[in-house]
């Protein structure tokens, strides 16, 4: 039944948008299906400067996109970098890119990305709150009112040369950190160099810490991700390369052993003993088609243990990996993209292999002059039997996003949240009658 009124709730959403004109114009920044770079924009439903109005909201109409000499802002470069919501796993690319057009060298970029969340939302269950861009102990009672400023991340881009750059990326989250609920954190969230020079050869190398090059994990939603990025998308310390041409990215990582943030996970630490690999196609045979298609493989997950638990890592227990598909279709101003990620093995403790997936459509207005843009998405993460309490988080999300210009946006949406089965003690306080309704209003400043 939640699967019916999903489909009928995108069809009707998308049914609103049928009236806009056909086209699109994406948010621009780095060079699009050369070389094996993504044809598709860090922000599907971005806009380029000169569209965006009004434009002296923020910035300038005369401010520049880069300042010249040894130092600069270049929000084309930094705002895809410090991006939450698409492109999680290659992001090197838009370093070598941004490398290829550095006007000097040495150089270094400065941005920052501030994200403010408003939240209403309301649960059919005292205490049980299922919408997960926050952790379930934030909210008691049956009714929830939050505003915070949800992230805020700072980029350093160092270009030392023509072959080498490397990345800093800090992040303070204000959410609650277990186990003591202390609000507020801020950590070195990624640190890595990249080796390589896409105007010489195809070939790169990577290395430190930064988002695991494997699946996609992307969502057309302008602030909400969707659940296999709780469920899947790994961030990990370790070594790798890649060769990106004709359309091709491929990519392998050595990943270092024990636990990492949020799913990579092996027994040992103190050894190269897990791995990811990761391949994608990129087509554009029109301006108004693009086509992108992957897989990935990750040797081994925090799904191997007998208790349910993220955080420790002295929980594990045989190497059980993780698979990928994905895509992107791109019809004019008709996005649609999909992806599914499932465990090699059952989970020890629900017994069940671990599935997530996600549908998305969501249509672009850009190209009438509107930088508006509306979506749908339905996502659902199985990780147990069919009529165990533990059998599923559905989530279903109708945005909206409007964008100022490359430096603004501002976003709203209708999730609803099906099913509490929180990854971490599952087996006692899941609830398959939970049913969320939130609205998320989404502000995002990026420079």
């Known amino acids: 039944m939640h699967r019916v009124v999903a489909v009928a709730a995108i069809t009707f959403w998308i049914g609103l948008s049928s009236v806009a004109s056909y086209g699109q114009s994406p948010y621009s920044g ?23 109005r009004p434009d002296h909201w923020v910035a300038p109409p005369s401010s520049p996109p880069t300042s010249p000499g040894w130092f600069g802002i270049r929000t084309t470069t930094t705002a895809p970098l410090l991006d939450f919501q698409n492109r999680q796993g290659d992001k090197q690319l838009i370093l070598l890119d941004s490398q290829a057009e550095a006007e000097t060298t040495p150089q270094i970029l400065f941005g920052a990305q501030f994200r403010v969340s408003a939240l209403w939302g309301r649960t059919n269950s005292p205490n049980q709150f299922a919408y997960l861009g926050r952790f379930p102990p ?28 490397g990345y800093l990326e800090t992040l303070f ?15 070195v969230r990624q640190a890595y160099v990249v080796v390589g020079n896409s105007e010489v050869t195809p070939f790169y190398a990577f290395a430190g810490k930064k988002n695991v090059s494997f699946g996609d994990f992307s969502t057309l939603s302008p602030f909400t991700q969707a659940v296999p990025w709780h469920y899947f998308a790994p961030l990990a310390e370790g070594i790798g390369a890649g060769w990106a041409a004709g359309g091709w990215n491929a990519t392998a990582t050595a990943l ?21 690999a990761n391949l994608s196609y990129a087509w554009q045979p029109t301006d108004q088609v693009r086509v992108q298609v992957g897989g990935g493989y990750l040797h081994s997950t925090i799904y191997d243990g007998t ?3 993220h955080i420790n890592p002295q929980v594990t227990g045989p190497r059980n990996g993780a698979w990928d598909v994905n895509g992107h279709v791109q019809l004019g101003g008709v996005h649609l993209a999909g992806e599914y990620v499932q465990t090699f093995e059952p989970w020890p403790v629900t017994a069940h292999a671990v599935q997530a997936y996600r549908t998305e459509l969501a249509y672009d ?33 109708l945005g909206a996003k409007y964008t100022f210009n490359p430096c603004a946006m501002l ?24 049913i969320q309704n939130s609205l998320v209003i989404g502000f995002v400043l990026t420079i």
Do not use: C, K
């Open 365 to 397: 207005f850009s190209s009438s002059g509107a930088p508006l843009w509306l979506s749908a998405s339905w996502s659902e993460g199985l990780q147990g039997a069919s009529g165990v309490p533990w059998e599923s988080n559905a989530q279903l999300i």
């Open 30 to 52: 780095y060079r699009m299906g050369e070389a094996g770079h993504s044809v598709f924009t860090a922000d599907p439903g971005g806009v380029p400067y000169p569209a965006a």
């Open 173 to 187: 989250s204000d959410v609650f950190t277990f186990p003591t609920f202390n609000q507020g954190s801020f950590q």
């Open 307 to 309: 208790t349910a638990e």
């Open 411 to 434: 976003s709203v949406e209708y999730v609803r949240s099906l099913g509490f089965a929180p990854l971490i003690d599952i087996t006692t306080v899941s609830n398959p009658d939970v």
């Open 256 to 276: 270092n052993g024990s636990r990492g943030i949020r799913v990579s996970d092996s027994a040992e630490r103190g050894h190269l003993n897990n791995f990811a």
């Open 138 to 165: 934030d909210f008691v009672g049956q009714t929830a009112t939050d505003v915070r400023l949800l992230q805020a991340n700072q980029a350093i881009v160092a270009h030392a040369g023509p072959w080498a750059t």
